[in-house]
């Protein structure tokens, strides 16, 4: 009897209990829950990632593009009137001498005891009258630089038909020129000198040289006349975005005179397809100004304002965007990444206003 019970005690002790169904659509159901609560932990974190990496190649790329724009404002170059009127007054007293010299050796007589100081105040008044065209020249400046911006120079710089007969910087609110000083590097010359053919009818050739002329506007999309992209697979679309034109100021002189225009649009490079705006504004000293031109306000100035609109390549909320606001109305900052930087410019001439207009643009 005994046996019979421990046998029975055994057996049920080796029967295993199985799991109901509902047990098994629960851990199916936790299973499914932690696998998809991995994967979107992974999902996160690569997107994390890849805004991330975007959102510093976009920085990379207005960083390169801004210091590109600020190493040429640095190497513009101004006119510089040299002032002859000293040389010109010793050179004139100097031959005053000599001729009084060679008069005195042929009559025998000194000729500066004769006048006494009658020759120095000759001399004088020569020294005097060599300085006037040098004033009056200035003067003449001074007038025409009135202290406001704007002329024909900074209209249209992109299909500008006509170069200004002085180096500088001209430029408006979207488009800039500016006359870089820089010489060309040992490679460009080899490179020229070794590739050298004739050029064709129309053809505009850039020379090495150490003046360029370069300009910086905003292209516009369509399939005109302008500056191809070469990366993209339609030959026949006009990419828009941000171009740099840097041609030697001869050439770019005489294909503006010759009406080769045509020419002149697809010799830039296209720096910034998603540059979208690009606006330049220019401190003379006192206030921040739309246009400039060098040849009515006497100079470059002392500091231009870059300011870069770049459509992000992801869609961007808006209570997370960060940029840097922007003075202008035109420009819309929503779903665009903006930055901002200020060039200080070496050779910049501070621009005196007169006062009568200071307390007119003032509200005086």
Do not use: C
């Not at 120095?120 to 020569?126: P, R």
């Amino acid at each position: 009897m005994k046996r019979r019970q421990a046998m029975k005690v055994s057996d049920r002790s080796r029967i295993r209990r199985g799991v109901t169904l509902l047990e098994l659509i629960l851990a199916l159901a936790l299973s499914g829950l932690v696998l998809y609560a991995i994967s979107f932990a992974v999902h996160l974190h690569l997107r994390t990632l890849d805004i991330r990496r975007t959102d510093v190649e976009e920085a990379r790329l207005a960083r390169s593009i801004l210091q590109m724009i600020a190493n040429d404002l640095r190497g513009a170059i101004p006119k510089h009137d040299v002032d002859f009127s000293g040389l010109e007054a010793m050179v004139t007293a100097a031959a005053a001498d000599a001729a009084a010299g060679a008069i005195g050796d042929t009559l025998g007589v000194d000729v500066g005891d004769l006048l006494g100081d009658s020759g120095g105040g000759g001399g004088g008044g020569t020294g005097g009258g060599t300085e006037d065209p040098a004033d009056s020249f200035e003067s003449e400046d001074e007038t025409l630089d009135d202290g406001l911006p704007g002329s024909s120079n900074t209209v249209d710089l992109a299909a500008a038909t006509s170069l200004p007969p002085e180096p500088g910087l001209f430029g408006n609110m979207y488009q800039l020129q500016v006359d870089v000083s820089r010489v060309p590097r040992p490679d460009e010359l080899l490179a020229y000198y070794n590739n050298v053919q004739p050029a064709t009818f129309g053809e505009l050739r850039d020379l090495p040289s150490d003046i360029k002329t370069v300009t910086y506007y905003i292209q516009a999309e369509g399939t005109g006349t302008g500056v191809e992209d070469d990366f993209s697979s339609n030959p026949q679309f006009i990419p828009g975005g941000l171009v740099r034109r840097s041609l030697d100021r001869q050439v770019t002189q005489y294909a503006a005179y010759n009406g080769n225009t045509t020419e002149l649009f697809e010799s830039g490079e296209l720096i910034g397809p998603e540059v979208v705006e690009v606006q330049f504004l220019y401190f003379d000293g006192f206030q921040l100004v739309p246009e400039w031109d060098s040849m009515e306000m006497g100079g470059l100035p002392l500091a231009v304002q870059v300011t870069l609109v770049i459509r992000p390549s992801r869609p961007i909320a808006p209570n997370s965007q960060q940029f840097v606001e922007s003075q202008a109305n035109e420009i819309n900052p929503e779903g665009f990444l903006v930055y901002q930087l200020l060039v200080h410019l070496p050779l910049g001439k501070f621009i005196e206003v007169d006062d009568e207009l200071l307390e007119l643009e003032m509200g005086l």
